[in-house]
């Protein structure tokens, strides 16, 4: 038998306190613990709303209902739930196949910081496999990923060897006089600047966790360092 809200958040003063994103978290969870069978007979909007909202008592009904009324409206913002196809009369609804892949609130919260990193922003070399780690949380895996394919589009860029690794191929294929991919049209300065961006940037959030264990803990971060390595992949392979 599946969980109601008051079996993940007791108290209706923290239930209360919650924005609808962060309600939305439990209400999934409480739907997504729900059999097949229970799901075809409780995913009605009101009905299942309500049967929630009396568990907290008479006098929390109405405040409890439009909060969890909130929540339910974010989810199908974010198709996470729909309307069940071919049925005209009432508000039953499904969890859709994205809304079956978060099974609790720190799922959802990993998904809700999707949002912060544009996927249509990101250069096309990294944009679906750094996406996916970061909307899963996995922000060190999305840096390390977005850096180790700077590394490798330089390498290719500048037709340089395997054995040309970390910020010695950086230094390397930018060398101010001799440098495959400096821009001899730039002012010395310039391209003395563009070597240590790239070597910095490789030296910095590539190398630490090729070698040892990075944790990003802050998706904010982890957007800047995944948007620096966007930029500079922009520099070396144009989109």
């Not at 912060?116 to 990101?122: C, F, S």
């Not at 996995?138 to 340089?160: C, H, I, N, P």
């Amino acid at each position: 038998m599946g969980m109601s809200i008051k079996n993940i958040i007791p108290e209706v003063s923290t239930l209360l306190a919650l924005e609808p994103e962060e309600l939305a978290g439990p209400l999934l969870e409480a739907m997504n613990s729900l059999t097949p069978q229970e799901q075809e007979g409780q995913l009605s909007r009101y009905n299942y709303i309500n049967a929630n909202s009396y568990a907290y008592g008479q006098a929390h009904t109405d405040a409890v209902g439009k909060a969890l009324m909130e929540a339910w409206i974010w989810l199908e913002r974010e198709c996470l739930i729909a309307p069940k196809p071919h049925q005209s009369i009432g508000d039953w609804v499904f969890i859709t196949r994205r809304g079956k892949t978060l099974k609790n609130s720190t799922d959802l919260k990993s998904y809700r910081h999707g949002n912060m990193l544009p996927k249509e922003q990101i250069h096309p070399l990294i944009a679906s496999n750094v996406w996916s780690e970061f909307i899963r949380g996995q922000y060190d895996t999305a840096v390390f990923q977005a850096f180790k394919e700077v590394e490798v589009s330089v390498r290719k860029a500048a037709g340089l060897s395997d054995t040309d690794i970390g910020v010695h191929l950086m230094r390397k294929a930018f060398d101010i006089e001799e440098g495959p991919l400096t821009y001899k049209t730039m002012l010395k300065a310039e391209r003395e600047a563009l070597q240590h961006l790239f070597a910095g940037a490789i030296g910095r959030y590539k190398n630490p966790g090729s070698h040892r264990d990075v944790i990003i803990k802050d998706p904010r971060e982890a957007v800047e360092m995944i948007m620096l390595a966007s930029l500079l992949l922009r520099i070396v392979v144009p989109s």
